[in-house]
């Protein structure tokens, strides 16, 4: 309760909350959308250069098995997402391989949020868990939008104009690129931009709050559409991200990451792409109803993960490191 | 002036088809096109907006035997799935060589 309450009253969790009271009173306001994008470009670019800097200390043990289950989840969370949506939920092909596309990636927004949490609980994360995101992020796209487009019979080609949409997006550029800029730059150039750069600095937190804000806002503005998802999908939106948060700080604790590293890694398990994700279902798999899958992992799983996804994976690592 | 009688075929569509129409177009025979952000509401309600984005209004000039072409696709690739809408419009322009 304490840890839950912890997280419910920090910054980022409040303006979260703000934004969505915002919009459910119908109000106009919303951040700019340049802001928007300087924030997001910002706060990729920066968890990339401190992730590059942190993969210079860590030896090829360290990263070995964490890479191994990262990887491992990559593949497994799309087909049981996709398992569950036809088997149990008779989805049709289109709309489970859909939502699996954004159940087997990466919201990147919950992967900071996580960062945040832990660190304020004394639970530093490995420092290369940047590595990670990179690394979960587009297999799950991958495998779910293969499987749509072999079961639905469509041309191939237009997979491969997926896989150069999502390896060229921006968070791709800001985090594998700031994973390299900051492996070659070290430790001692670092020095010189981390006032403004520093993941645990003011000015990171401060452009984070500002961020979750406007993500309450666009979060609540899909709130209208839960009455036309049904109540299954409201019912998955919840419980398939604690499944897969569970099997990735169990599978994490096994990999020997910490207490902190085996939540975020959880807290990525669980999350729901919907930046990378909807464009690249929508082009191909066009028949996948947009309203499912964005509904579901934008008004649903994110903030669900947000308010008491990220405690509750924090808790089971607790468990799970002995605590 | 002298002018040339051409059509210009107009498409509105949701933002990811940008680039498979703009190619598209060219592979038909269209030899330009112009592009710009278009905001509004059809028949499909806020469905073509819902992945993030604004639409897209593309424009193009071309003959008539290449309008019916693009007209064509777009039936076929795109009505059935996607937020598009597309006319044509007769049109008197000048320098009409650009265009076939």
């Known amino acids: 309760m304490e840890i839950l309450k912890a997280n419910l009253l920090s910054p980022i969790a409040l303006a979260f909350a703000l934004g969505i009271f915002a919009k459910l009173i119908k109000s106009e306001f919303s951040l700019p959308k340049d802001l928007y994008t300087a924030l997001s470009i910002f706060l990729l670019f920066a968890l990339g250069l401190k992730g590059g800097v942190e993969l210079g200390h860590a030896t090829f043990d360290d990263v070995a098995w964490p890479v191994v289950v990262t990887l491992l989840l990559g593949v497994v969370t799309p087909l049981t997402t996709y398992f569950v949506l036809r088997v149990v939920g008779k989805f049709s092909v289109s709309d489970a391989a859909g939502i699996a596309a954004h159940y087997g990636s990466v919201s990147a927004v919950t992967y900071i949020a996580a960062m945040t949490f832990v660190k304020s609980q004394s639970a530093e994360p490995e420092g290369f868990m940047p590595t990670l995101l990179t690394l979960l992020e587009s297999p799950g796209i991958h495998i779910a939008l293969a499987i749509g487009a072999i079961k639905t019979a469509q041309p191939g080609q237009s ?24 492996l070659a730059m070290g430790e001692k ?6 006032g403004f750069f520093d993941t645990k600095g003011p000015v990171f937190k401060g452009a984070l709050t500002l961020f979750l804000l406007e993500m309450g806002i666009v979060a609540g503005s899909r709130f209208g559409d839960l009455k036309k998802v049904g109540p299954f999908l409201l019912g998955f939106g919840v419980v398939m991200p604690v499944l897969h948060g569970a099997l990735g700080v169990w599978l994490g604790s096994l990999a020997g990451l910490s207490l902190g590293g085996a939540t975020v890694l959880g807290t990525m398990a669980a999350s729901a792409s919907y930046i990378a994700a909807p ?42 490191h002995g605590g | 002036m002298d002018t040339v009688t051409l059509k210009m075929v107009t498409l509105v569509a949701e933002p990811v088809l940008e680039e498979k129409l703009t190619s598209k177009l060219l592979e038909l025979g269209a030899k330009g096109f112009t592009v710009t952000d ?3 509401r059809g028949s499909r309600g806020i469905r073509a907006s819902e992945v993030p984005g604004e639409s897209v209004r593309i424009e193009v000039v071309v003959s008539a035997k290449v309008s019916d072409a693009i007209l064509e696709h777009v039936k076929q690739a795109f009505f059935p799935n996607y937020a598009v809408i597309a006319w044509v419009t007769t049109v008197d322009v000048v320098r009409g060589e650009k265009y076939v």
């Open chain 2, 38 to 40: 278009a905001r509004g």
């Open chain 1, 189 to 194: 150039n670092w020095g010189s931009i981390e």
């Open chain 1, 279 to 320: 464009p690249a279902v929508r082009v191909t798999l066009p028949e996948a109803n947009p309203t499912y899958y964005l509904t579901s992992s934008l008004a649903i799983t994110f903030p669900f993960n947000i308010l008491f996804g990220i405690p509750l994976y924090f808790r089971l690592s607790q468990a799970l």
């Open chain 1, 159 to 182: 997979l491969k104009a997926v896989l150069h949409e999502v390896l060229t997006a921006r968070t791709m550029i800001l985090l594998v690129g700031g994973l390299l800029v900051g």
